[in-house]
């Protein structure tokens, strides 16, 4: 009897001084369990974060390149400066370069290679020029719609007035859809940055230095919470105007995993009143490091994208 005793005792069913137990009802459980479902969600998303830190942490310190910020100023432009937009120097036995229809392209900038002897691989010497098409893409769907080129030596008898001349000898664009609104200098200041969000080799290597330490691996940075992943994608925008390091794009980077340009030459934001993309979107320029050795730049991949 003293067990049954007990265990009534133990229900709350025995004694006179028994208080009645109200029963547990469904509600209550499927509640208490929403508490605990909730306390394991923020769980998770908490150690999500922690691992997160540590992996942006441990790149910034492994996948990190140098740069040049390039800041836009109403400076007095020179001829043989570096600038976006303007005149371009042009050789005197060189033409104006076009697009696959004949019509001239433009020269979106113009850089002094003595400005890029902190980046390695770089020309240090002579005119690196980028031109792309003035079509209401920018020349962005023609094969030849852009180009890239590097003048090793600079002919100081060429005036302002003579290419002037040569351009003049095509017809004005019938609109004008040009990104730069005018000639404007540029400036540079060193700098180095952790591979970008946009990058299209981010999502395998965060995932891998991620699954490394996690007991939960992922796919993709997708497969993270919300918070997880604002927390990446506030860290390593990218954007900006510079030469060297990693790209930002609006949407995405049109370049597959095995491309091997992987060199930013030259990346243009949106910025007014200087320059605007379509809707504030951003261009690149990219090659591959064996073809910048070798000051190669007849196969580097142009791209701009918008909102």
């Not at 020309?123 to 098409?133: A, D, S, V």
């Not at 590097?150 to 002037?164: A, G, K, M, P, R």
């Not at 604002?230 to 105007?241: A, F, N």
Request: aromatic fraction near 10%; include cysteine.
């Amino acid at each position: 009897m003293a067990f049954w005793n007990r265990l009534k005792e133990i229900l709350g069913l025995s004694g006179e001084n028994s208080e009645k137990k109200e029963p547990v009802s469904q509600a209550d459980l499927r509640g208490s369990g929403k508490d605990s479902a909730k306390e394991s969600d923020s769980a998770v998303v908490e150690r999500e974060m922690e691992l997160v830190q540590k992996v942006l942490l441990q790149m910034e310190n492994e996948e990190v390149k140098p740069f040049l910020r390039i800041e836009i100023t109403d400076a007095p432009v020179s001829f043989l400066g570096s600038k976006v937009g303007g005149t371009p120097y042009l050789p005197s036995d060189a033409s104006v370069p076009c697009d696959s229809e004949g019509n001239p392209l433009r020269l979106l900038a113009q850089i002094d290679c003595r400005d890029l002897v902190a980046l390695p691989d770089f020309p240090h010497t002579g005119l690196l020029q980028f031109w792309i098409g003035q079509d209401d893409s920018n020349g962005l769907f023609d094969d030849e719609g852009h180009r890239v080129i590097w003048h090793e030596t600079i002919d100081e008898q060429v005036t302002e007035e003579s290419v002037l001349a040569k351009l003049a000898a095509f017809p004005p664009a019938e609109e004008d859809y040009f990104p730069v609104i005018e000639e404007f200098s540029i400036s540079f200041k060193e700098n180095r940055e952790p591979r970008s969000f946009g990058d299209v080799r981010f999502n395998q290597i965060f995932t891998s230095k991620y699954n490394a330490i996690s007991e939960n691996p992922i796919e993709h940075i997708y497969d993270l919470s919300d918070d997880a992943y604002e927390l990446i994608d506030e860290s390593v925008k990218g954007g900006g105007h510079k030469i060297g390091g990693y790209p930002a794009f609006a949407q995405e980077d049109p370049r597959e995993e095995e491309d091997e340009r992987t060199v930013l030459l030259l990346q243009l934001d949106s910025e007014e009143p200087y320059i605007m993309w379509g809707d504030c979107g951003l261009c690149g320029f990219f090659c591959s490091p064996e073809d910048l050795r070798r000051c190669d730049f007849s196969n580097v991949l142009y791209n701009w994208d918008c909102y």
